[in-house]
């Protein structure tokens, strides 16, 4: 693992929407991860490593 990537999943663990939004940018990804995060914190946290952490 790169340092770019640790420090993405540093970020999605800390604020997940800023983790999905520094990785794809602003789109669906990231209003479905705003979302699941108003919902509860761990599912936006969830969904913001999957996303990093895809090739």
Do not use: E, R
């Not at 990785?23 to 999957?50: E, Q, R, S, T």
């Amino acid at each position: 693992m790169d340092t770019n990537k640790l420090l993405l999943v540093i970020i999605s663990i800390l604020l997940p929407p800023v983790g999905v939004f520094l990785k794809k940018g602003a789109g669906k990804d990231l209003l479905i991860n705003i979302i699941l995060c108003i919902f509860f914190y761990v599912p936006g946290v969830i969904h913001a490593l999957w996303v990093v952490l895809q090739d």
